[in-house]
């Protein structure tokens, strides 16, 4: 059988469909982890998964700072797609330090660390790829990735990396998805309620500060 290299590979998935590409890799490998925030884009590739791999363990990060139209948003995505969520939490004295020390209005990076990073990293082990629903467009660091990278040992999967908003669009309207209930007041990314505004793309996260990714992704 033919090995093929990383570059190779994504030149191979540019002209693929994308669930031609969730396909190759359930297809190309045996431990795939696939984590969704139930943001605003989040309906897309939980419907492709849903389809394609059903009841394939959907990892959700809750750092339990989350909107509470996120959850119920969350709720409704479940039951509609009848996926298999599975919380990770951050570890209860590190969260409850958090929130005593107000850690996200000090030192952001360390807040993102112990509430999403680590939890994360505890189920990561034992994983081959990663699927992600990161999409180019939403800032300019990520306008950057490829299809797959790999880093870490582990290969990061990012089958919609390359679509557009009008994309994103149509695909929500041709399979009826629902849109996450605080995007029609001006979130466009969603995270934590400390952490987000309105916005477009990702300017609603950490305003006013540098910092414009939680560090799952860097």
């Not at 039951?79 to 969520?85: H, K, M, Y």
């Not at 990061?156 to 029609?184: M, N």
Request: charged letters at 25%.
């Amino acid at each position: 059988m033919q090995v093929l290299n990383k570059v190779e590979i994504n030149r191979s998935l540019s002209t693929k469909i994308v669930d031609a590409r969730v396909a190759h890799a359930f297809n190309a490998h045996k431990n795939v982890l696939i984590t969704s925030s139930f943001g605003t884009t989040s309906a897309i590739m939980l419907h492709i998964v849903s389809r394609i791999r059903p009841n394939h363990p959907i990892y959700f990060i809750n750092t339990r700072y989350h909107f509470e139209e996120t959850l119920q948003y969350k709720e409704l995505l479940t039951r509609r797609l009848g996926l298999n969520v599975i919380d990770l939490e951050p570890e209860d004295w590190k969260h409850d330090f958090t929130v005593k020390d107000k850690t996200w209005s000090k030192d952001p990076n360390f807040c993102c660390q112990l509430n999403k990073v680590e939890p994360l990293d505890r189920v990561k082990k034992g994983h081959d790829v990663w699927i992600s629903g990161l999409i180019g467009y939403q800032n300019n660091y990520r306008s950057h990735f490829e299809i797959m990278v790999e880093k870490a040992g582990m290969y990061k999967f990012y089958p919609l990396i390359d679509w557009s908003r009008e994309q994103v669009d149509e695909y929500f309207e041709l399979h009826g998805l629902p849109r996450h209930p605080l995007e029609a007041l001006g979130y466009d990314s969603i995270g934590c309620t400390h952490c987000t505004q309105k916005g477009k793309g990702r300017a609603g996260r950490w305003p006013g500060s540098s910092k414009n990714e939680c560090g799952l992704h860097l």
